[in-house]
């Protein structure tokens, strides 16, 4: 028709081809049409400053940052921001926004929160400039996109602020009408409410998010998006260990999304995998567990490649190697935690980043299991030294849990000044972050402390701060059934125990065990393995020899179930035990 190829209609062609691959997530060939539609473009207007070409380096930018090649992705969004800087100077205009926008999302990505901070606070600032009502779906995206920068920074009250400011605008724009963006702001309310802790305001926002869902597209649920909600519905009750209800949940989600893509050679579908491995592991069903996440990564593969430098093939490893250590194949889980680093380090370079900072936690711990205590910290260190260089001063989750690593440790080793150092400083880091102190986190910290009094003989205070924990728990999770109510009453358990009230020990080893069985049903767990050693210590102190017996031996059948392997240490630890009466 137009008889040259450099037509601005072919042009526009060449363009929206690429957002069709981008969405099939075929990035190559989308980036292949963007870079035709730069090149006609350039043709035409024959230098780099034209709106047209700006918009084509933007669009390469969008498919970099899909690839995680974020330094690609950065100069090709720097690029297109300079070209739209110099057609309108000092002027705030909506494309300048947008590329302030694009840019903040590629330092989000590289976990630079300060650079994302600084561009969507810029965004944010061209968007109130170019508004004087409140009803701009532009203005609400900013919004939205400052609250998920501050709440990676742990500023979760300031990130529910700017999410009430994104959904004030959104209501009276959509009015009563259902609309995804308003979905998309509930569902982002219930990230923020579950770091806080706050199962019951997170799950009813989630259930407001599948309400408006469901009225938009019908009962029909055959939508993606309605799959993850079901899937985010399915993680609070898989916090609250309501494993049932989360599988559930989490097969839904799977089920809508093989029927929607038609198979699984897709991501989303990898992720129900990944969440299915998580229930499994919950459960301490390790085979099933592995089953799932190895399903995860060939599904991955599948998609990227064999060698493709993925973050989503790093986690997949990480979770394989999890379920490694646990199994005490520790050979096998280096291996796959290496596998991570590696992928990790290749995605984002030499910079500091949380998943790289992550991966030396993660090898740290599996040094911890094998009692090699000294490479432990050298690796807890590292991880909080990148975390450090991450997050600067402010208190933050990850660091808390960084020092609470450390802390351990040190108790492992005796050294009980330095673990309590590290203990208080992650109580007062995360006492200073959860504004109330209700939080299963801040629990933790009441009984990592208590331990510390305990292993000292400080049986009172230990008391004391076990208690404290309990109660916190009992705010938490309401009903009382789990795993972590169950392990507080153990706790005070071995208190009794080491004070010589038998009775008072054996009622809450019992508690402690009747909760884990409400948890766990019929299902072999280690957990409860622990339980019956406990019962069977206590029976042992009261010279009930025939009970202690058959509590060890229960704790030996369970771990041998989970674990199967007869030289993990938990299985030879209470060989000994049993070994021990054999030889009297």
């Known amino acids: 028709v137009y008889g040259d190829s450099n037509h ?53 930018g969008v ?29 705030d205009h909506p494309a300048v926004g947008v590329c302030c926008s694009n840019i903040g999302t590629v330092y989000f990505s590289q ?23 409140i009803n701009c779906t532009d203005l609400a995206a ?14 979760y009250e300031q990130a529910l602020d700017h999410y009430e400011k994104c959904l004030s605008i959104q209501l009276p724009i959509y009015g009563e009408a259902s ?56 993680l609070i009750y898989d916090l609250q260990a309501e494993f049932g209800k989360a599988q559930k949940c989490y097969e839904r989600c799977l089920a809508i999304q093989l029927k929607a893509y038609g198979g699984a050679h897709n991501p989303d579908v990898a992720s129900s995998y990944s969440r299915l491995g998580s229930i499994h592991l919950s459960k301490a069903n390790y085979t099933q567990a592995l089953e799932c996440y190895e399903k995860c990564l060939s599904t991955q593969i599948s998609i990227y490649g064999e060698i493709a430098n993925q973050p989503a093939v790093a986690t997949s490893h990480n979770n394989i ?9 520790f ?12 992928i990790r380090v ?22 911890k299991s094998q009692g090699e205590y000294a490479g432990a910290l050298g690796y807890y260190e590292k991880c909080l030294t990148m975390q450090l260089a991450v997050y600067g001063d402010m208190h933050h989750p990850k660091i808390a849990t960084t020092h609470n690593n450390l802390g351990s440790v040190y108790c492992l080793l005796g050294k009980y000044e330095m673990a309590m150092e590290h203990y208080q400083r992650c109580l007062e880091i995360r006492t200073s972050i959860y504004s109330d102190t209700n939080h299963p986190e801040i629990a933790t910290c009441y009984n990592n402390v208590g331990s510390i009094h305990y292993l000292r003989g400080e049986f009172s205070s230990a008391l004391e701060l076990y208690e404290k924990c309990l109660s916190v728990q009992l705010e938490v999770y309401a009903d009382e059934v789990h795993p972590n109510t169950a392990m507080c009453y153990s706790n005070m358990g071995s208190v009794y125990h080491a004070l010589d009230d038998y009775a008072k020990a054996l009622e809450l080893y019992e508690k402690c065990l009747d909760l884990q069985v409400t948890v766990y049903g019929d299902v072999d767990h280690p957990d409860i393995a622990t339980s019956y050693c406990s019962i069977g210590s206590v029976c042992l102190s009261c010279h009930e020899i025939t009970k202690s017996l058959e509590c060890f031996h229960r704790c030996l059948a369970i771990r041998l179930s989970v674990f199967g392997d007869t030289s993990h240490p938990q299985i030879l630890s209470i060989q000994d035990r049993i070994k021990q009466f054999s030889n009297q």
């Open 179 to 234: 609309h995804s963006d308003v979905a998309t702001t509930y569902s982002n309310f219930t990230s923020v409410y579950i770091s806080q802790g706050n199962y019951t305001k997170a799950l009813e926002f989630h259930e407001k998010c599948l309400t408006t869902q469901m009225a938009l597209y019908g009962e029909t649920e055959n939508r993606t998006d309605v799959a993850t909600s079901h899937a985010n519905i399915g």
């Open 8 to 60: 601005p209609s072919i042009a526009s062609s060449y363009n929206n081809i690429g957002f069709i691959y981008v969405a099939q997530l075929e990035y190559s060939k989308a980036l292949e049409f963007f870079e035709k539609y730069l090149a006609t473009r350039r043709a035409v207007h024959g230098n780099d400053t034209h709106p047209d070409i700006a918009t084509a380096y933007s669009n390469m």
């Open 331 to 342: 050979t096998e889980a280096l291996q796959h935690y290496e596998k991570c680093l590696a």
């Open 321 to 329: 190697g999890l379920i490694h250590k646990l199994r005490g194949e």
């Open 346 to 367: 290749a995605v984002y370079g030499e910079i500091d980043h949380p998943d790289i900072a992550s991966c030396y936690n993660n090898i740290g711990s599996l040094k």
């Open 142 to 155: 900013a919004y939205s996109n400052m609250a998920l920068v501050l709440q990676a920074q742990g500023a």
């Open 111 to 133: 976990a630079d929160f300060s650079g994302a901070r600084r561009h969507y606070e810029k965004c944010l600032s061209i968007q109130l400039s170019l508004n004087d009502t």
């Open 63 to 91: 498919v970099y940052q899909s690839e995680g090649k974020y330094s690609k992705a950065l100069e090709c969004c720097e690029r297109a921001h300079s070209i739209l800087l110099a057609l309108h100077g000092d002027v």
